[in-house]
C-alpha cells in the first residue's frame, strides 16, 4: 500500500473509527482518519506489512485516551471471530475427510480424478493443432 500510496484499512480498524466517532464525534474521527492517511503518505515504500499496521495502531492508540478502550474491545472481538472462523474451518474438514474416508475405492478414484481435472487436461490436451504460424501459402 505504501509504494501505491494507498491507504489499506481492516473492517477492525474501520469499526474502531466508526466507534470512535460515536464517542468524540465526527470532526474527531475524521482528523484521525487524516493522520492516519497523512502517516501512510510519509511511510517510506515497504512490501513489510508489518511496518505499515504498526504505524497505524501506534498513531490511533496515541491519539486519543478514549481509543484504548473501543481498541480492546474491537481486538477482543477480532480474536473471537477468528477463533469462530478457525472452528468453522477445522469441521468443515473433519466433515470432508470422513467423507472421503467413507468412499469405495471406486469413488475415490473418480473423485481423485475429478479434482486434478484430468479429463478436462486430456480434452485440451488433443484440442491443440497447428495454428498454421510457419504455413508459407
Known amino acids: 500500500a505504501t509504494t501505491q500510496n494507498v491507504c489499506?484499512?481492516?473492517?477492525?480498524?474501520?469499526?474502531?473509527?466508526?466507534?470512535y466517532s460515536d464517542v468524540?464525534?465526527?470532526a474527531k474521527a475524521q482528523e484521525l482518519l487524516k493522520?492516519?492517511?497523512e502517516t501512510i503518505q510519509a511511510l517510506n515504500?515497504?512490501?513489510?506489512?508489518?511496518d505499515y499496521w504498526l504505524a497505524i495502531n501506534k498513531l490511533m492508540l496515541s491519539f486519543s485516551k478514549k481509543i484504548q478502550?473501543?481498541?480492546?474491545i474491537e481486538k477482543g472481538v477480532a480474536t473471537e471471530s477468528i477463533a469462530v472462523s478457525k472452528d468453522?474451518?477445522?469441521?468443515?474438514?473433519a466433515q470432508?475427510?470422513?467423507k472421503i474416508m467413507r468412499?469405495?475405492?471406486?469413488?475415490?478414484?473418480?473423485?481423485?480424478?475429478?479434482?486434478?481435472?484430468?479429463?478436462s487436461r486430456i480434452e485440451t490436451i488433443n484440442a491443440i493443432a497447428d495454428n498454421g504460424l510457419f504455413t508459407l501459402k
Request: avoid cysteine; charge should be negative; charged fraction near 30%.
Open 103 to 119: 468412499m469405495s475405492h471406486e469413488e475415490a478414484l473418480k473423485e481423485l480424478i475429478k479434482v486434478h481435472k484430468i479429463e
Open 8 to 19: 489499506v484499512f481492516t473492517y477492525s480498524h474501520l469499526a474502531l473509527l466508526l466507534s
Open 96 to 98: 470432508e475427510r470422513e
Open 45 to 50: 515504500p515497504s512490501k513489510n506489512a508489518t
Open 88 to 93: 468453522e474451518a477445522l469441521t468443515f474438514l
Open 24 to 26: 468524540e464525534g465526527q
Open 69 to 72: 478502550p473501543l481498541w480492546d
Open 35 to 37: 493522520k492516519i492517511f
